[in-house]
């Protein structure tokens, strides 16, 4: 009987599916083999072992997190494309938990897939803080600044049994934030 092949694309999608299904600590191997139906050997003609599954998932995990930020800016500028971002963020890590742990995974070097994922999705928020009148330099730290609120908050939250009883608290965060971050500057919408 013929060995059954992978490709990568499916080895991702069955990654990504068991990480939300069963949470990105429990992804294993075998765990994905299962899910393709195939020997766990497989697996290495396109990873090398538990961490690149890990790192796979990781960032597939937060190019589908840009992808969902830079769809909710779409149309919007300014104070309403943070906040439609600032949403899209959380309701992916919400509907995403497996996915959305992954992307707490750090890269393994600054010039892995992961790392540049990582900078994609920082670009989505330099690019709406330079669409609000911000320079360059300016943008990326309200951006990076920005990022890593969220994401530490959402990290925080991800370890609680009820996230909808943190909605106050990250309307607060994100209210505080673009006071902050967006305080007079010529030209920001508001």
């Known amino acids: 009987m013929p060995k059954k092949r992978v490709t990568l694309a499916a080895l991702t999608s069955a990654a990504v599916l068991v990480a939300d299904r069963d949470g990105f600590e429990a992804l294993t191997l075998n765990g994905v083999a299962a899910e393709l139906d195939v020997a766990a050997s497989t697996l290495y003609t396109h990873i090398y072992g538990l961490d690149g599954l890990k790192s796979l998932v990781a960032a597939a995990g937060t190019r589908n997190l840009t992808e969902a930020v830079r769809n909710s800016a779409i149309g919007a500028s300014g104070v309403d494309a943070l906040t439609a971002m600032a949403i899209a963020y959380r309701a992916f890590a919400l509907s995403h938990p497996g996915q959305f742990a992954s992307t707490l995974l750090p890269p393994r070097s600054d010039l ?8 994609a999705l920082l670009e989505v928020f330099v690019l709406v803080y330079r669409g609000a009148g911000l320079e360059a330099d300016e943008a990326r730290l309200a951006a990076r600044a920005l990022r890593s609120a969220i994401h ?38 508001r």
């Open 152 to 189: 530490g908050f959402l990290a925080l939250e991800h370890t609680t049994a009820t996230p909808s009883e943190h909605d106050a608290e990250y309307r607060y965060l994100l209210d505080a934030l673009q006071l902050g971050l967006l305080h007079d500057h010529a030209g920001v919408a």
């Open 112 to 119: 892995d897939e992961l790392a540049a994922t990582n900078e």
